[in-house]
C-alpha cells in the first residue's frame, strides 16, 4: 500500500509540475504568434554527467534533458535540439564524429555539457556552453536547489522540481541574464549557511529555561532560522543535515550549535562556495535581568569576515516558545527587511 502511495505521490508532483510549465509555454506561444518574436537560439545538450551522490535510479540523463527541455520551453529565446533531430543527423555522418560536427549540422548555436551532483539534500548544477564556431569560448555557470520531497518508504529524493531549478540557475548565470526564468520564480541564488549561537550566561541564567540545556535549544534556533528563510527564492539555505555533511568533508565531526563558527568550520564553507552565514547571541544579562538576542548576516571575505546586517532584540521573556517567536521576527527583519 505504501509503494503504491508514494507512486501517486510522485505522479501528482510531477504532473503539477510540468503542468505550471507548459501552462506558461503555451502563453509564451501565443506571444509569439502576435510579435512575430525572432528566431530562438537553438542549443546541442551534448553530454549529461551524473556525478558525487545521486541517485541514479530516480534521477537519470534523461530528466535532465526533459529539465532544460522545459525549462527553455519557457523562454523566448532558447530552445533545445529534440533527441530525434540529433539522432537524424547522426546517421548522416561519417563513422568518427565529434560533438561539433553535430553541432555544424544541427546548425546550432550552442553545444551544452551538463554535470549535476548531490550533497547530501543540495542539488547543484553545473553547465557549459561552448561555441560551436570556436570551442576555446567556453562560458561556465552553476546554480543550487535544495531537495523538498521525499519517498515516504526509504527517503529517497524527488528530484523533478529541484533539479529543474538548478538548472535554471545554472543557465542563467551562464547566459549573464538573472531575469531569465522570472516568471516562474527562478533566479540565481548565492548558498547560505546557519551556523551556532552563541550562549553567553550571566549570574541569573537558571531563571531562564532557554539556558537549561543549550544543545537542544541552539538547535531549535537553527531550525527556526531555516524554518522562516529555507524556502526564500533569494537564498539556497543549507540545512542543518547538509551544512554538518559538509563540515564531516573537511574531517569536522560533532559541530555544536551553542557556539560561534570556528575558523575551520567558515574555512570549510568558504572551500565549498557558501561566502554567507548566518549566526548570533543570546546573552544573560544579570544587572538589567533580560536577554539580548542578536543575529547577525555575516560574509567570508578572504581571510576576514564582514557582518553585513545586524538586528537585535531585548526581552525579559522566560518561556522558550516567546522567545523563539522572538527570533522569526528578527530572522525576518535582518532577512526581508532589512537586507
Not at 537524424?88 to 551538463?114: M, S, W
Request: aromatic fraction near 10%; glycine fraction near 4%; proline fraction near 3%.
Amino acid at each position: 500500500m505504501n509503494i503504491v502511495k508514494n507512486i501517486l505521490r510522485y505522479f501528482l508532483i510531477s504532473c503539477l509540475f510540468l503542468l505550471s510549465f507548459f501552462d506558461v509555454a503555451y502563453s509564451h506561444q501565443l506571444d509569439e504568434q502576435d510579435t512575430g518574436a525572432p528566431a530562438k537560439q537553438r542549443i546541442y545538450l551534448a553530454k549529461s554527467i551524473l556525478s558525487y551522490g545521486v541517485d541514479t535510479t530516480f534521477c537519470s540523463e534523461y530528466k535532465i534533458s526533459a529539465a532544460l527541455n522545459l525549462a527553455m520551453l519557457v523562454t523566448e529565446k532558447y530552445e533545445l535540439i529534440s533527441n530525434e533531430e540529433i539522432s537524424e543527423v547522426i546517421q548522416e555522418l561519417p563513422e568518427k564524429y565529434t560533438a561539433f560536427d553535430i553541432a555544424k549540422n544541427l546548425e546550432a548555436d550552442g553545444i551544452l555539457v551538463v554535470k549535476v551532483e548531490q550533497l547530501r539534500n543540495l542539488l547543484r548544477a553545473e553547465i557549459s556552453r561552448i561555441n560551436p564556431e570556436s570551442p576555446e569560448n567556453v562560458i561556465t555557470g552553476e546554480g543550487y536547489a535544495m531537495l523538498h520531497y521525499f519517498t515516504d518508504d526509504e527517503h529517497r529524493a524527488i528530484y523533478d522540481p529541484s533539479l529543474l531549478l538548478a538548472l535554471q540557475r545554472a543557465f542563467a548565470v551562464v547566459e549573464s541574464d538573472s531575469v531569465l526564468f522570472e516568471k516562474q520564480n527562478a533566479k540565481p541564488a548565492p548558498l547560505l549557511a546557519i551556523c551556532g549561537i552563541e550562549f553567553q550566561k550571566g549570574e541569573n541564567s537558571e531563571k531562564w529555561e532557554f539556558f537549561t540545556d543549550e544543545l537542544i535549544r541552539s538547535y531549535e534556533m537553527t531550525e527556526t532560522i531555516f524554518e522562516i528563510i529555507g524556502n526564500s527564492p533569494d537564498w539556497v539555505v543549507l540545512d542543518i543535515e547538509t551544512r554538518d555533511h559538509l563540515y564531516s568533508l573537511y574531517n569536522l565531526y560533532g559541530v555544536e550549535n551553542n557556539i560561534r563558527p570556528a575558523v575551520s568550520e567558515l574555512a570549510a564553507l568558504s572551500n565549498f562556495g557558501v561566502k554567507k552565514y548566518i549566526t548570533g547571541q543570546i546573552i544573560e544579562r544579570s544587572q538589567s535581568n533580560d536577554l539580548e538576542i542578536n543575529l547577525f548576516l555575516n560574509e567570508i571575505q578572504f581571510a576576514q569576515v564582514v557582518t553585513c546586517n545586524k538586528v537585535s532584540e531585548i526581552t525579559t521573556e522566560t518561556d522558550t516558545k516567546k522567545i523563539l517567536e522572538i527570533l522569526k521576527e528578527l530572522t525576518k527583519k535582518m532577512m526581508f527587511e532589512n537586507n
